[in-house]
């Protein structure tokens, strides 16, 4: 392993949002990433041996839990994996807090994923080990979207000017909060948010990007499609609403086809953070421009190693 150009600032600390990342943290993990990437690549490292990792998931998840595990498995560690809960003390009552409280006792790392906004900042504030935020509810997705940056960076190094469209649920999407919030430290990019009219994007959010960077709200993905760099399309989260008959009514509201990729610009990458309930037709997976199922995935994996080794102290 390459010893770091600049100094590792997050030894010990938690991962919990995107607000607490500089331009130049974000270069550092870049880099950090790129150098896990050679190393997953080859095989696995003994980096950290030493450490044990929680994945303590409340909610569905397969790629976030499974690059964390296979992330500290490159690295020589361990994981205890909990995963829906069925099994734990936390179907018996047990609360957020006491559950963190054990497994700090077991490992040295705590990733978490729970429904509720601001648990994973609950769960720090007792927790005397690294805490990482894989998903609070409808709040952030901090790992995610380094993962959708990177893979953003990596095909277009120049951020200035690129044209973004955030396409779904951006109401209740947490990737789509914390991407936004994200790629405007990184550049004057130029934000599409496409969304029906009651699912779009937080006034918070708005009023966080709108100081910085032109935005443009639409509701038809048609309008836009030509014009972006980046389509990044997500689910109707399924699991924020109340009321299923007006999920039923959204769910397919935006539909990527072969025939509207025809439209999209040549160069143009498609993101998806995944799991796909039907936005984009299994037939444009072969399109070139579609990194879904490739790089963005891998992506995670790469990140995930570098955040561990980081919040681990060896790197
Ligand atoms: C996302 C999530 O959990 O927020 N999935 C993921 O982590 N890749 C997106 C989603 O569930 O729609």
Not at 127 to 154: C, K, M, R, W, Y
């Amino acid at each position: 392993m390459k010893t770091a150009n600049t100094k590792n600032r997050f030894v010990g600390k938690d991962i919990l949002s995107v607000d607490q990342f500089s331009r130049e943290d974000l270069d550092w993990i870049f880099s950090k990433a790129r150098e896990m990437r050679e190393v997953a690549q080859k095989g696995r490292t003994n980096l950290l041996s030493h450490a044990i990792l929680t994945a303590l998931f409340y909610e569905p998840s397969s790629r976030t839990f499974g690059s964390f595990v296979s992330a500290m498995q490159k690295l020589g560690g361990g994981f205890i994996p909990l995963q829906g809960m069925t099994y734990s003390s936390v179907a018996k009552g047990e609360t957020l807090e006491d559950t963190v409280r054990t497994f700090e006792c077991y490992s040295d790392v705590i990733v978490i994923r729970h429904p509720e906004v601001g648990s994973a900042k609950r769960a720090a504030a007792v927790a005397s080990v690294p805490v990482i935020n894989a998903g609070d509810g409808a709040g952030e997705h901090p790992t995610q979207a380094l993962l959708d940056a990177f893979t953003i960076v990596n095909t277009f190094p120049k951020i200035d000017g690129l044209k973004v469209a955030l396409v779904g649920d951006l109401l209740n999407g947490r990737t789509v909060h914390s991407l936004s919030k994200l790629l405007v430290k990184m550049g004057k990019v130029e934000f599409f948010f496409v969304s029906p009219k009651i699912l779009s994007m937080p006034q918070e959010i708005k009023d966080h990007v709108n100081k910085r960077i032109q935005v443009s709200e639409v509701e038809k993905l048609e309008e836009v499609i030509g014009k972006a760099d980046v389509v990044y399309i997500t689910r109707i989260q399924k699991e924020r609403f109340s009321d299923l008959t007006s999920y039923e009514k959204l769910k397919n509201y935006y539909v990527v086809t072969k025939t509207l990729m025809q439209k999209a610009k040549k160069n143009m990458i498609l993101m998806h953070p995944l799991p796909r309930v039907g936005e984009i037709e299994a037939e444009v997976d072969k399109d070139k421009r579609a990194v879904y199922l490739k790089e963005q995935m891998r992506n995670g994996l790469y990140i995930r190693m570098a955040l561990l080794a980081a919040v681990l102290g060896k790197i």
